[in-house]
């Protein structure tokens, strides 16, 4: 057995290396090697696994001045080259730039950030949401849209629609949203000491504020008892009797009960609501109330 | 890709509610690659040559970069604010056509390879009257009935029985009687 198998590995290969040379003479237009080798290749591709997210200031065609000036172009505004760079620059990013300067033995560089910038931007921002809304809606609306608007989620939306996500110089990636909430609201600082106040303002209004297009305060701002909330603003305007009819009733008794409550007070109708039992359309119709109520809202002068 | 089940349906949008406040061109960046001296690569130099200072002139938004490799077929691949990426290949076009397809991929918000548009037009609110409620149009003089009522538990439309139908031709007859005998 041990003598026959040199003789039978000698065969194996004699017979290979004819049925090779078979394969390269039988034809010779069809390229019998391409289907194998691409197969080939993509086995090792897939085997790989797909390729890592690049940053893409890590590419070849990048030029961070020409970017920063584009940035400023796009938005239509005229930005501090300076200013809008060091809004650009992270606190963390900054102060590892200057260790690994340090550690190297270099001449420790003044890297600015954008820390006193966010400060001021968010003052900014929060100004001008409040001024706007209080023109419209009573205090406690206008604090409901700050909050929604001054969330992490909002504004780093928005900045990654002007495109900060690239700009932006900081240790992480990807760029997480405080990041870019935080240098969108450094952007509108920069742009105040590049320009004025109102072209910052204005800058937030058609940025921000432009979020809320086709959004509805009152699905923002959610009273938890609006009842009791009703109660309270008819007090204050001295109406104290509210009497809840049941205008409506259909489906009693089964899954798809509902009912129309209607609030009267002195013959007239305040508001009127749906709802599957006759407490939440009590509810529901003090919302619609409450609604009524803020349509003709005059602010305090 | 004609066929409308190979394309994802998609609708109209603008992103992050441009054009509200102000608009923003969406194209953020573009990179042209092209050959040196292959010839399928000829009008994207033409194009380098004679129109891009024009284009990056007119559009400063949009960042232009260049990137010259050897042998391969020329490519626009643009970036958009929203994070779409788009390649297209622009093997032997003449310059004025590499021209038009840069305006459009200035002008458009993102890539919209392999989507068809539903419709061309978009709303939130479909509806300004609100959903229909078993209370809209309701007759007001239901609020003082006291059900049930015998006429609407009936059908509307229920045909007369040939009872009632002798009753009213009987009725009809006396009613001719009594007027012959006024006119007479």
Same mark, same amino acid.
């Given at each position: 057995?041990?003598?026959?198998?040199?003789? =039978?590995?000698?065969?194996?290969?004699? /017979? @290979?290396?004819?049925?090779?040379?078979?394969?390269?003479?039988?034809?010779?237009?069809?390229? *019998?090697?391409?289907?194998?080798?691409?197969?080939?290749?993509?086995?090792?591709?897939?085997?790989? @696994?797909?390729?890592?997210?690049?940053? *893409?200031?890590?590419?070849?065609?990048?030029?961070?001045?020409?970017?920063?000036?584009?940035? @400023?172009?796009?938005?239509?505004? $005229?930005?501090?080259?300076?200013?809008?760079?060091?809004?650009?620059?992270?606190?963390?990013?900054?102060?590892? %730039?200057?260790?690994?300067?340090?550690?190297?033995?270099?001449?420790?560089?003044?890297?600015?950030?954008?820390?006193?910038?966010?400060?001021?931007?968010?003052? /900014?921002?929060?100004?001008?949401?409040?001024?706007?809304?209080?023109?419209?809606?009573? %205090?406690?609306?206008?604090?409901?849209?700050?909050?929604?608007?001054?969330?992490?989620?909002?504004?780093?939306?928005?900045?990654?629609?002007?495109?900060?996500?690239?700009?932006?110089?900081?240790?992480?990636?990807?760029?997480?949203?405080?990041?870019?909430?935080?240098?969108?609201?450094?952007?509108?600082?920069?742009?105040?000491?590049?320009?004025?106040?109102?072209?910052?303002?204005?800058?937030?209004?058609?940025?921000?504020?432009?979020?809320?297009?086709?959004?509805?305060?009152?699905?923002?701002?959610?009273?938890?008892?609006?009842?009791?909330?009703?109660?309270?603003?008819?007090?204050?305007? @001295?109406?104290?009797?509210?009497?809840?009819?049941?205008?409506?009733?259909?489906?009693?008794?089964?899954?798809?009960?509902?009912?129309?409550?209607?609030?009267?007070?002195?013959?007239?109708?305040?508001?009127?609501?749906?709802?599957?039992?006759?407490?939440?359309?009590?509810?529901?119709?003090?919302?619609?109330?409450?609604?009524?109520? !803020?349509? &003709?809202?005059?602010?305090?002068? | 890709?004609?066929?409308?089940? =190979?394309?994802?349906?998609?609708?109209?949008?603008?992103?992050? %509610?441009?054009?509200?406040?102000?608009?923003?061109?969406?194209?953020?960046?573009?990179?042209?690659?092209?050959?040196?001296?292959?010839?399928?690569?000829?009008?994207?130099?033409?194009? /380098?040559?004679?129109?891009?200072?024009? !284009?990056?002139?007119? &559009?400063?938004?949009?960042?232009?970069?260049?990137?010259?490799?050897?042998?391969?077929?020329?490519?626009?691949?643009?970036?958009?604010?929203?994070?779409?990426?788009?390649?297209?290949?622009?093997? &032997?076009?003449?310059?004025?056509?590499?021209?038009?397809?840069?305006?459009?991929?200035?002008?458009?918000?993102?890539?919209?390879?392999?989507?068809?548009?539903?419709?061309?037009? !978009?709303?939130?609110?479909?509806?300004?009257?609100?959903?229909?409620?078993?209370?809209?149009?309701?007759?007001?003089?239901?609020?003082?009935?006291?059900?049930? /009522?015998?006429?609407?538990?009936?059908?509307?439309?229920?045909?007369?029985?040939? $009872?009632?139908?002798?009753?009213?031709?009987?009725?009809?007859?006396?009613?001719?009687?009594?007027?012959?005998?006024?006119?007479?």
């Amino acid at each position: 057995m041990s003598l026959c198998r040199p003789t =039978f590995s000698l065969l194996r290969k004699c /017979i @290979g290396q004819n049925l090779y040379n078979l394969r390269l003479s039988d034809s010779r237009s069809i390229k *019998r090697w391409v289907s194998p080798t691409l197969r080939e290749l993509k086995r090792r591709r897939d085997r790989i @696994g797909p390729e890592p997210e690049r940053p *893409r200031s890590s590419f070849l065609e990048w030029n961070y001045e020409a970017e920063v000036y584009a940035f @400023g172009k796009r938005l239509g505004e $005229e930005f501090d080259k300076n200013l809008l760079k060091r809004a650009l620059i992270q606190r963390e990013y900054a102060n590892k %730039q200057e260790f690994a300067a340090r550690e190297k033995g270099l001449p420790t560089p003044e890297m600015l950030h954008n820390y006193e910038l966010i400060q001021e931007g968010s003052k /900014i921002i929060s100004k001008v949401i409040i001024d706007e809304y209080e023109k419209l809606y009573p %205090q406690d609306i206008v604090k409901a849209v700050h909050e929604y608007l001054t969330t992490e989620d909002m504004l780093s939306h928005v900045g990654k629609h002007i495109g900060l996500k690239d700009l932006v110089l900081t240790n992480e990636f990807p760029v997480v949203n405080e990041t870019l909430s935080n240098t969108f609201k450094a952007v509108v600082a920069a742009l105040k000491q590049s320009q004025n106040l109102e072209r910052a303002e204005l800058f937030v209004k058609d940025f921000l504020l432009s979020q809320m297009n086709g959004k509805d305060v009152y699905e923002i701002w959610d009273p938890k008892n609006p009842y009791e909330y009703l109660m309270k603003l008819l007090n204050d305007k @001295g109406i104290s009797e509210v009497e809840p009819r049941l205008c409506n009733q259909s489906a009693v008794n089964t899954i798809l009960a509902n009912y129309q409550i209607g609030l009267y007070s002195n013959k007239k109708l305040l508001g009127i609501g749906w709802g599957e039992n006759v407490e939440v359309a009590k509810e529901t119709a003090a919302i619609d109330a409450i609604q009524r109520l !803020f349509r &003709n809202y005059v602010p305090k002068q | 890709m004609s066929n409308k089940l =190979f394309l994802l349906p998609a609708l109209v949008s603008a992103p992050s %509610q441009n054009g509200v406040g102000r608009y923003v061109g969406q194209l953020q960046r573009v990179v042209l690659k092209f050959c040196k001296n292959n010839g399928s690569s000829r009008g994207m130099r033409d194009f /380098i040559e004679s129109g891009l200072v024009n !284009f990056a002139k007119e &559009n400063p938004g949009v960042v232009v970069y260049l990137k010259p490799r050897r042998h391969r077929s020329p490519i626009i691949k643009a970036e958009y604010l929203n994070g779409d990426t788009q390649w297209m290949s622009v093997r &032997n076009f003449p310059q004025e056509e590499i021209l038009k397809w840069l305006t459009l991929l200035n002008t458009q918000a993102q890539c919209h390879n392999g989507q068809r548009l539903r419709r061309l037009w !978009f709303t939130e609110h479909p509806s300004i009257q609100g959903p229909w409620t078993p209370y809209t149009f309701r007759d007001p003089s239901l609020n003082l009935v006291s059900f049930p /009522i015998e006429e609407l538990a009936q059908p509307k439309d229920l045909p007369k029985s040939s $009872e009632e139908e002798l009753l009213e031709l009987f009725k009809k007859q006396k009613l001719q009687e009594v007027e012959s005998k006024r006119a007479e």
